[in-house]
């Protein structure tokens, strides 16, 4: 089989090797698609002869033989598709497993959860702000800084109890929003403001963000509602745009 | 314990070497038949118990040592004679044809590896053993050997109808010892209360925990007897979770409930109400219904979770932080103020799975909701901020089932890994892991005690499962596909299941014994319920009915004892058709759900399908 599919492409026709072309012409292997042309858009079987072909010629061999046909299947079914484990593995683990004695409830001790980290609690963004534009003192940015767990005793936002212990990284680059590595959403307030209220650290909103987490999902669509009810003298445009995301994500 | 299927290195090993002369095969299997085909009748029945297994085994041998074209005449010449329950498997040996095949195959790797169970007596033992142990017919002496676990009894040889009943599975059936570890099956103690009268009499009388005279007792309320119930477990068994004041709250609601609900009976049964899921375009794959009814959610085939409110009273999330700050925390009506009237609405719709949802599950303080899927996840909801709170890993591959425990805090999933996993809300990883299934496990359920864990599978048994230690205490075997739904008897000894071949099967926990086989539906049996006080067993299926059968017939006078423990002599009587107290059909909608009301109203929930 192998021999007769590796010959086709030099005895076929110019327009036999084109891959609408042998649609047409040959009659003897209708029925499947690219797999009569071993030249055309990649089929399964092309793929396996294809890693036959370079298996056979890195062990040197003259031709490619059945076996190299079976490692190559071997190897593209392993990256496809995994199977369970084995009874003798889960009959260990569970084995493991099964001798620890169960642990002891605490009473009273609120929704029982795991520690945040396995939890699906954690907001999926952090505020931070813009620096303004300023001169090309590069070092000598004030920034605003953001700290995320600090408490404030403004009632009207919620707050966020995150583990996360690194504030707001501080952009070297003049402009430039820094946005957080593994972080899905950034919020970005420009202080693009009058001095009189860029003085005070942040715009008080924002350093007030704190979230309990176990009252707020993922989305922390809550925090930018209030953020934009406040009406900050931030820049609009971009709260704005953050609103109408909101309204992608309500599921009212 | 000695985790009884666990097979070692050299049976492993052994099980590859080559067993007699491939070609040979067919004159060993066709010798076997012919001598089990002549022998007395009396014990025809139980050695023809061995065609099945030595079938499946000498066919996979024969393909695993690449013997293909041996295989194949071996497969043609005998695989008619096999029983009509096996054909299913039959028709999966028919397409493993090379030993690639087998690989990624785990069912069948495990077939292959544990030894098939079969129950023969004495006599027909002797008769068996003397034949093959005749010098020509060593190489099947052999592959016997290797292959099955013959368990002796001694006693009469039982009859065709009787082996039928009990063999099926993909393991056989179950070994004496197997079904010998003592169970606790009753149930736990209910704490006391005092149960404030219902309104119409007005005085605030305090009675203990029983409701006032006029009203029909209820004995499974636990104040009756102050003595230990000695098949129930410790209190203290396991660790349980304590109960809070809206727990009591919820107890004394339910015990009111109890005094006003219906007593069921065959003169008495409980009227239908059948949530009917419209445009759902087949993507229904999980329902469940609170305790209390007051909501029914679904898993869907588009990875969604929808949560209905089955109450005229609407869903709704409780406020965000920063209003809850402001609410008097000490009014009485504080459960309300919490809640944000803004966000009231019939229909909650939970994303995050990212495959059909498989299992649903309340829990029972209402207050969370799981739900398993094709990804691989089980997920926590909170049904307070309708919002995902956990994602637990552990199984890679589909979860069919998952089950919060009757007391809350811990659940049980199970998945195409062949195990079942308990969990507690507050880990991460399992606690427990139960493997010994040969096939997917699909389907898992609590005990009413939360100590035991039953799980169906499609290796066509259901085990019982030790939550302390893991052990596995019962395997009963009987059905001949796999197994779809499970329900515990409220009093905690006995069990039905439902599977594909359109039984349901009713077993003593206690005993380890089949006790009854109700005939009657003609599909698969993907809901099964029992009656609030155990008095009807109601049972849905893909045949378009939900149908009601006599509980309290069924499990009297039971003959179940030592002798038909250790024979499996077992004669279950005829009686489905009077037993079955009602058929019920509905508009060509599966019923995939079946749940009691506190009053014994009957709900059933289907997606109406329109082929």
Redesign the interface.
């Known amino acids: 089989m192998e021999a007769a599919k590796m010959a086709s492409p030099k005895s076929a026709p110019k327009d036999a090797q084109v891959p609408g072309g042998t649609r047409r012409g040959r009659g003897g292997t209708e029925g499947r698609g690219a797999e009569r042309c071993p030249r055309g858009p990649a089929g399964y079987v092309t793929t396996i002869l294809e890693d036959a072909k370079i298996y056979s010629s890195h062990a040197k061999k003259a031709s490619v033989d059945a076996d190299d046909v ?1 490692l190559a ?2 190897c593209r ?1 392993d990256q496809s ?8 593995f ?2 260990d ?3 493991q ?2 001798q ?1 004695p ?4 605490k ?2 001790s609120g ?5 945040d980290r ?4 954690a907001p999926n963004y952090r505020l931070k702000a813009l620096q303004k534009k300023v001169s090309s003192t590069a070092g000598r940015i004030t920034v605003p800084r953001l700290s995320v767990g600090a408490v404030s005793s403004r ?5 966020l109890g995150t583990p996360s212990a690194q504030t707001v990284s501080v952009s070297a680059k003049v402009g430039a929003p820094v946005s957080l590595a593994g972080q899905r959403f950034t919020v970005q307030i420009p202080s693009s403001q009058p001095t009189g209220k860029s003085a005070t650290p942040t715009t008080p909103t924002v350093q007030n963000v704190l ?2 987490p ?6 922390n669509i ?1 925090i930018t509602t ?1 953020m934009v009810s406040q009406g900050t003298a931030s820049d609009p445009n971009p709260l704005k745009r953050k609103h109408e995301d909101e309204d992608d994500y309500d ?2 | 314990v000695v985790v009884e299927d666990q097979p070692d290195v050299s049976a492993v090993l052994s099980a590859y070497n080559q067993q007699g002369d491939p070609t040979l095969y067919e004159e060993y299997y066709s010798g076997l038949k012919h001598f089990i085909e002549c022998s007395l009748d009396c014990h025809r029945a139980e050695l023809s118990q061995l065609f099945y297994p030595l079938f499946v085994h000498m066919y996979l041998e024969l393909v695993y040592n690449q013997h293909e074209s041996e295989a194949k005449s071996f497969f043609e010449r005998f695989h008619g004679d096999q029983e009509c329950y096996y054909q299913d498997d039959l028709r999966v040996l028919s397409s493993l044809t090379k030993k690639e095949h087998m690989k990624g195959n785990e069912t069948m790797l495990d077939f292959r590896t544990s030894k098939f169970v079969l129950r023969i007596s004495r006599d027909s033992y002797q008769l068996l053993k003397r034949h093959l142990q005749e010098k020509q017919n060593n190489q099947i002496w052999n592959i016997v050997q290797e292959h099955l676990y013959i368990d002796i009894f001694d006693g009469m040889p039982r009859s065709k109808q009787q082996i039928d009943a009990m063999v099926g599975s993909l393991a056989g059936e179950a070994k004496r010892e197997a079904n010998k570890a003592k169970v606790f099956f009753g149930l736990l103690k209910e704490p006391e209360f005092d149960v404030p009268l219902d309104d119409e009499d007005e005085e605030g009388e305090n009675e203990e925990g029983k409701p006032k005279k006029k009203k029909p007792k209820k004995d499974n309320v636990g104040s009756k007897s102050k003595k230990q119930d000695p098949n129930a477990p410790p209190q203290n068994r396991i660790p349980l979770p304590e109960l809070k004041d809206s727990d009591k709250l919820d107890k004394v609601m339910n015990m009111k409930e109890a005094a006003r609900r219906v007593r069921l009976g065959p003169e008495c049964l409980p009227s239908i109400c059948f949530y009917t899921f419209l445009n759902a375009y087949q993507g229904l794959t999980a329902v469940d219904i609170t305790d209390d009814s007051s909501m029914i959610v679904g898993g869907f085939a588009d990875s969604t979770v929808r949560v209905w409110s089955v109450t005229p009273k609407k869903l709704r999330s409780v406020k965000t932080a920063a209003d809850l700050s402001l609410i008097d925390k000490e009014s009485d009506d504080v459960l309300e103020r919490i809640m944000d009237e803004k966000t009231a609405s019939e229909l909650k719709i939970l994303y995050g799975h990212s495959g059909p949802v498989y299992g649903t599950s309340f829990s029972p303080d209402r207050n969370y909701l799981l739900s398993c899927s094709e990804d691989g996840t089980v997920r926590l909801w909170s049904l307070q901020t309708f919002t995902c709170l956990v994602g637990y890993k552990g199984h890679n591959y589909p979860v069919w089932d998952t089950q919060f425990s009757p007391y809350g805090y811990y659940f049980v999933s199970g998945g195409h890994d062949r195990v079942a996993r308990l969990w507690a809300t507050d880990h991460y990883q399992p606690l427990r892991i139960f493997a010994g299934h040969l096939a997917d496990v699909t389907c898992t359920r609590f005990h009413p005690n939360s100590n035991y864990i039953a799980t169906g599978s499609a290796d066509r048994t259901i085990r019982l499962w030790d939550v302390l230690n893991g052990n596995c205490v019962r395997i009963f075997t009987g059905h001949k596909g796999p197994i779809h739904s499970l329900a515990f008897s409220p009093n905690g000894r006995f069990l039905a299941t439902g599977a594909t071949d359109g039984r349901v099967l009713l077993w003593d926990i206690g005993h380890g014994l089949m006790v009854g086989e109700l005939k009657g539906h003609t599909d698969t049996i993907y809901a099964l319920r029992f009656s609030r006080d155990g008095e009807i067993l109601a049972s849905g299926s893909m045949d378009n009915t939900v149908r009601l059968w006599d509980a309290v017939k069924a499990f009297e006078d039971l003959e179940t004892d030592d002798f038909t423990t250790a024979t499996g002599h077992i004669n279950l009587p005829e009686n489905s058709q009077d037993l079955l107290l009602g058929t019920y059909m509905t508009k060509s909608t599966p019923v995939v759900h079946l749940h009691f009301t506190r009053r014994n109203l009957l709900l059933a929930a289907g997606a109406y399908s329109s082929q």
């Open positions: 079976r299947i071997q079914t598709f995994t199977s369970p484990p084995p009874r003798d889960l009959l683990i569970a084995r497993k099964n620890t169960l642990p002891l409830i009473p009273y929704p029982r959860l795991p520690p396995y939890c699906l609690t009632p009207s936002t919620p707050t979230i309990n176990s009252l707020i999902g993922p989305k809550l209030n599921t009212l």
